[in-house]
Every structure is written in C-alpha cells, then in structure tokens.
C-alpha cells in the first residue's frame, strides 16, 4: 500500500489533489494551456504520471477544476455580504459590491479566459450552473424589493456586474468601478421602488 502524506487516507487524497491543482495553476501562468499535460502536472506536483488520474479522469477535468476552484469563496462572500444587510435594496447593492470585490481580488480574468477557450462544452456547461446558483442569491434578494418586473431588474443588474467584472479583469480601477455600478444600482433600485 502507497504511504501516505496525512492522517487520513481522505486528507491525503484532498492535499494530492490540491497539489495538481497547484502545479496546473504554475504550468498555466508560466507556459500557458498548451503545456498542461498530464507528464507536466505530474511532475509538477511530484507523482506518477499514471497517478494523477486517481484525481480526475481527463486534463479537461482538471482544467475545470482550476477555473472553478475560487467560486465556492467567492459564492460565500458574496452570500455573507448580502446576510449582513436587512434593507431588500442595500441587499441588492452588497451582491453587487460583493461581486466586483471578489474580482478584484482574484484571478477572475483568466480564469474565465480559460473556461471560455479552454474547456469541454460539457465542463463549460458546469462552470455555467454555478455561476447560475450565484445568480440565485441576487433573485432572492430582488424578489425582497417586491419590483414589477424581477426577472428584468435581475437582468439588468446582472449584466451591470457582469459588465464591471469585465472591465475589471480588463485592469481598471476596482475601486472607479465599484463606485460606477453600485451608484447606478441604487438609482435603478430607487426607479424601481418609487
């Protein structure tokens, strides 16, 4: 039997697979897609290149699993920013905030360059469902509002973030444009309430 490198088997399988993640990270910013192979990522982490498929079964998968691995965080802060808020528009305003405070803070760009070009349409549907189950939070918190047309406002809203992310990863000013989009969501919050 392997020996292995944590108290638990599942430990060690968790911190293993960390590991491949990591190296596919290094490989990535250093040489770009095309130098992620499974030789590469293995000798990266510093394993059997036939072990690495313990972890996942295609390098495919293990792309999705580089450009999904910061959503449940980003998920989290923006569930927590929205749960500190109690006013239904400020709710609205911090999953905005949130969102482009997670991207400025991450490596959001070339994370989605990579699942745009990069990725399977099976994985892209993945990615897709998660970014939907973010979405759920910004429903929730426009249904709060009681607007005549949520499924607009929801929209709209979401393509000012989606919109700001952009420029964002684009490499402005987080801050500029954090101010831009939660001051236009307070005016259309406002339209909406009045």
């Known amino acids: 039997m392997p020996k292995i490198e944590a108290a638990t088997v599942r430990a060690h399988r968790a911190q293993r697979l960390e590991s491949l993640i990591d190296a596919a990270e290094s490989i990535l910013a250093e040489q770009g897609v095309e130098a992620v192979t499974a030789g590469a990522v293995a000798a990266r982490a510093g394993i059997a290149r036939n072990s690495i498929y313990r972890y996942f079964s295609s390098i495919d998968d293990l792309l999705e699993l580089v450009v999904t691995r910061e959503f449940p965080s980003w998920v989290a802060g923006v569930e927590a920013a929205i749960d500190t808020e109690s006013v239904p528009e400020e709710r609205v305003v911090a999953y905005v905030r949130a969102n482009l405070e997670q991207a400025a803070s991450s490596t959001h760009g070339w994370r989605t360059s990579l699942s745009r070009g990069s990725l ?10 998660l970014h939907v189950s973010l979405n759920e939070a910004l429903v929730d918190a426009v249904a709060d509002l009681g607007v ?19 420029q964002i990863d684009s490499g402005a000013s987080a801050g500029e444009v954090s101010r831009f989009a939660v001051n236009a969501t307070r005016r259309l919050v406002h339209t909406e309430t009045t």
């Open 148 to 166: 005549e047309q949520p499924e607009l406002t929801v929209s709209v809203i979401q393509a000012l973030v989606d919109s700001s992310i952009r």
């Open 120 to 129: 399977s349409e099976s994985a892209r549907e993945r990615v897709r469902s």
